[in-house]
């Protein structure tokens, strides 16, 4: 836990922290309030006003969105920092749009190093937006951010993994023949070789160069990693110092064009490694090679080259020094013998001093070509997150990103079983199922088209669906009936015009029933008439069929008449008669029932704010003071057990003393002489500031006391609450019942004096009382759990001691407050009650104002002693020496040093001193102030 020292009292203030390089960076591009909100994917998909004439930045604000924007679109030449002044605009129009979109002309300005600029943007950006970004920057043949550097140099790097799950590629397998199989793995958790590029000291070559060639070989140049090279790569990065960046190979199965047969991650660390120790921990653990271009190096980049070769698992250095631009370098440059230091196999340095970039590029790319695919082991960017999580750094795929990850899972488990049975799982219907409903269904269309005979059975068939459909249409007009029947009652309608109602919808029912009757006819009479086969017969069947269609009729019609929607209607009527009884008997009654609501209301606010009283009053200074009292004894204590000037009053007056005759300040010394209470306390206080600022306890101690204080409060509210539920009850005696009661069974001092008065004295029940006192309690609690474990002000914590440590320490080293009447010297008898004042050091006259007499080095003399006798009677004058009435040699040194300052502070001349007293050393004037304390103790 933290603590925060006094204003006053601090030795050392904790200055607010101040913008440094890299917030400069990211106001200057307008992203330093996306530190608390992040950009999300919307910020990518804002293309719709996105035109060729405002493409071009035209300040350095307008490049996040510009690099979004063509990243977007794929553009080359997205991570360009160009920007125009507004002149340059106007001259837009007189150029192609290929002009517009990849070149910026030769007034172009670039005030930001590009890499600053992605670093920037992907620091402002969520993980979300991070990972859009990244899958296109791969498509782009870009290098994505695999390890972000912090803007606050005291919190640690993130390792970016969920950004590299959306980066998905294809590629052959390596294996040739006729079943090379193509395999689909994305950046984060396929296994494949890493190689990892460092770089220790100077060097005149640009690493990333080096990379790009590798990458690209005999094909142009893919400018993958940005390098010095570039437009704007020339810059001081501010932001990106510290960034690790992945490159991702992936080989199209063309054996000639192909570089290598494998994929293979290219990490790139930004910067020297030697001041980022933890990336190069990680990359030299996580990866299947480590490659460190080495420069000038000291003593202390060779014993980490040492480390790295313990730590991965195979080494290659690249040797670019130049020795005769670093004489002082205490290894000159990186020699075969540096392979014998470090124990490297043999071929293990590479000499790159005369070698070209792309010459370096070659030797480096046949020697990876050797080791790959077999003797280079694979990884995954999913075990370097959880090393990177043991090295301290810290790993973005939070709670969100896991959930959608689980989620993902869940949907594609069984997957890798086959798609065949996967789809069996997950849609049983499109299976066995599907295939023999089609099979049923064919069979069942051939039999209608194949089936020409008048069957009865089928008549009969026909006839019964049409009277089921009739139904379904009467239901649906029987709901429409019901609905208008509610409606009907909700307006409150009389008797009369409800059976109105009724009767008009038995005729509407009659209607509805011969309508849909008509339908069924006119069905029949044109089936009977379509086919040959029932021609015949028509005349014979329709009177038959006509009868069973008025037997229809008759009885859907009776059916309707007593149908639930009229009963339904008629228990309607009666209800709607019984709420009206109910609606004049609330409304006579409606003043009765708001007068009790009132009164309840009052009650319970009145309880509310007595039982707020007695918290805030009664229980918050118990609780307190139960927490503050014992702690500031235990600090007075502690310091009085390691402190030793803190033993008695005599051993404190001489640690002051020697203080001050070391801190050798004249106006230390006034403000012991004149104001001696206040310069001990001052002291004191400090001391106890120092010691409160060193506890290691303090929020421990703080939140224990707090839960034993409350856990016996609410038991001595418990205890007092049996057998009072429901009783009506005057609050005051049952609440000096609770402080009775906690202070007899939970041996706590309570603060009474607050109940004395009526306004404690309210008649409620106690149950209600003591659930709004208990719910109190609780938030109490929390408050002051929560203060407590912010950081502490001292000041305000000294504040909260019921008798404050330095005041407590302040009475047991003050000794007697007599001084002597003449110099001001304090008594130093230690004895209570003592009745006789005696002081060691007595001063001399020339250290304090007198009105009287003139300054003199005298202290305490014979004549003064005899003009005062009032003032001395009892007062013991004892000079160092039984004969002499001299000061002692501490003040005499005091007077000498500070002789003409204590003239001008009295207004006087200065002190007539013998030339002996200016002979005394500081170390005389402390050993006699050890002997006088010591006659003391003897």
């Known amino acids: 836990m933290s603590v925060k020292l006094p204003k006053r009292l601090s030795s050392k203030k904790k200055k607010p922290p101040k913008d440094n390089a890299q917030t400069e960076v990211l106001h200057k591009l307008g992203l330093e309030a996306f530190k608390t909100a992040p950009l999300d994917p919307a910020s990518m998909l804002d293309i719709s006003t996105w035109t060729l004439e405002n493409q071009t930045p035209l300040e350095l604000k307008d490049l996040p969105n510009a690099f979004l924007q063509r990243l977007w679109l794929l553009s080359p030449n997205a991570r360009s920092t160009c920007c125009k002044p507004p002149s340059d605009a106007v001259s837009h129009a007189n150029k192609s749009p290929e002009e517009m979109i990849n070149g910026f002309g030769e007034e172009s300005q670039y005030a930001i190093n590009p890499l600053d600029l992605v670093t920037a943007v992907f620091m402002s950006a969520n993980t979300f937006l991070q990972q859009e970004m990244a899958v296109r920057m791969v498509q782009c043949q870009f290098a994505v951010p695999l390890v972000l550097p912090s803007i606050d140099p005291e919190e640690a790097s993130r390792f970016l993994l969920w950004p590299l799950r959306g980066v998905v590629s294809q590629w052959p397998s390596h294996f040739l023949g006729k079943n090379r199989n193509f395999q689909e793995g994305d950046l984060a958790s396929t296994y494949m070789p890493m190689v990892s590029c460092v770089k220790l000291g100077h060097c005149g070559i640009s690493k990333s160069q080096v990379l790009n060639h590798i990458i690209s070989r005999l094909k142009s140049c893919n400018e993958t990693f940005l ?241 089921d459909s009739s139904r379904e249409h009467m239901e649906s007009w029987l709901l429409r009936a019901t609905e208008k029947i509610i409606t009907t009652k909700e307006k409150a309608l009389d008797a009369t015009t409800q059976n109105d109602l009724l009767s008009e919808l038995k005729d509407e029912a009659r209607e509805e029933v011969k309508r849909e009757v008509d339908k069924i006819r006119s069905n029949i009479e044109a089936y009977l008439m379509k086919d040959d086969p029932f021609k015949e017969s028509t005349e014979t069947l329709k009177p038959i069929l006509m009868s069973n269609m008025g037997d229809l009729q008759e009885q859907v019609t009776e059916e309707i008449m007593q149908s639930s929607a009229c009963k339904d209607f008629q228990k309607l009527h009666d209800r709607y008669a019984k709420d009206r009884e109910l609606l004049i008997c609330i409304t006579a009654a409606k003043s009765m029932y708001l007068a009790e609501f009132i009164y309840q209301f009052r009650k319970r606010d009145q309880c509310q704010r007595v039982a707020q009283a007695f918290t805030s009053m009664v229980i918050k200074p118990t609780l307190l003071d139960y927490i503050y009292r014992p702690l500031g004894m235990r ?161 305000h914590l000294l504040n909260c001691f019921p008798i404050p440590p330095q005041h407590s320490l302040f009475n047991r080293v003050r000794g007697c407050d007599k001084q002597c009447p003449l110099c001001r010297a304090p008594c130093e008898v230690e004895e209570k009650d003592h009745e006789v004042h005696r002081s060691l050091l007595h001063r001399p006259k020339g250290m304090v104002p007198y009105d009287s007499c003139s300054l003199s080095y005298n202290g305490c003399p014979e004549n003064m002693i005899q003009g005062n006798p009032g003032q001395v009677k009892d007062t013991h004058i004892s000079p160092e020496d039984q004969n002499s009435q001299t000061p002692s040699v501490y003040w005499r040194y005091v007077l000498a040093r500070f002789n003409e300052k204590f003239a001008n502070e009295c207004k006087k001349e200065p002190a007539e001193i013998p030339e002996e007293w200016k002979k005394i050393t500081e170390d005389e004037a402390l050993h006699s102030l050890k002997e006088a304390f010591l006659i003391r103790q003897c």
């Not at 480590?290 to 014993?303: A, D, P, S, T």
């Open 227 to 467: 390098h010095r090279g570039m437009d704007g790569g020339q810059l001081p990065r501010r932001l990106s110092n510290g960034l690790v960046e992945t490159g991702w190979y992936v080989p199209t199965g063309d054996t000639a064009r192909d570089n290598f047969s494998v994929p293979v991650v290219i990490s790139n660390l930004r910067g020297d490694a030697s001041t980022h120790e933890k990336c190069l921990s990680l990359l030299c653990q996580a990866s299947s090679v480590v490659i460190v271009f080495c420069g000038n190096l000291r003593e202390k980049e060779k014993q980490l080259l040492a480390s790295c070769k313990d730590m991965t698992s195979k080494l290659i250095l690249i040797d670019v020094s130049d020795t005769e631009k670093n004489e002082n370098s205490v290894v000159g440059f990186v020699s075969t013998n540096l392979e014998e230091d470090i124990s490297l196999p043999k071929g293990s340095v590479l000499q790159g001093k005369a070698l070209s970039e792309e010459e370096l590029a070659n030797r480096l790319f046949d020697t990876l070509k050797d080791l790959l695919p077999n003797q280079l082991k694979p990884v995954t960017l999913e075990t370097a997150a959880k090393l990177a999580v043991e090295l301290g750094l810290n790993v973005d795929e939070g709670t969100v990103c896991k959930k959608a990850m689980v989620t993902v899972e869940e949907v594609l488990k069984g997957l890798d079983e086959g798609s065949t049975q996967f789809r069996e799982k997950q849609l049983p219907l499109q299976g066995s199922l599907w295939s023999k409903l089609a099979e049923i269904e064919k069979e069942e269309s051939k039999q209608r088209k194949d089936g020409k005979e008048v069957n009865p059975q089928l008549q009969k068939e026909e006839l019964s669906q049409w009277e």
């Open 635 to 795: 600090i007075v204590e502690e310091i009085q057990a390691t402190e030793q000037q803190y033993q008695s009053p005599n051993t404190f007056h001489q640690s002051l003393l020697e203080e001050l005759i070391k801190e050798d300040c004249f106006e230390t010394f006034l403000e012991y002489l004149l104001s001696f209470d206040s310069f001990r306390q001052r002291k004191i206080q400090e001391t106890v500031v120092a010691h409160i600022s060193q506890l290691t306890y303090l929020d421990k101690w703080r939140q224990q006391r707090l839960g034993e204080i409350v856990g016996k409060i609410a038991a001595a509210v418990s205890k007092t609450a049996e057998g009072t539920s429901g009783v009506l009850s005057d609050t005051k005696p049952l609440l000096e019942r609770v402080c009775l009661t906690l202070e007899r069974d939970g041996d706590v001092d309570v603060t009474r004096a607050p109940l004395d008065g009526p306004l404690f004295s309210i008649t409620t029940e106690w149950d209600r009382f003591v659930t709004c006192l208990m719910e109190l309690l609780a938030a109490m609690r929390l408050d002051l759990a929560q203060d407590f474990s912010q950081n502490v002000d001292i000041t």
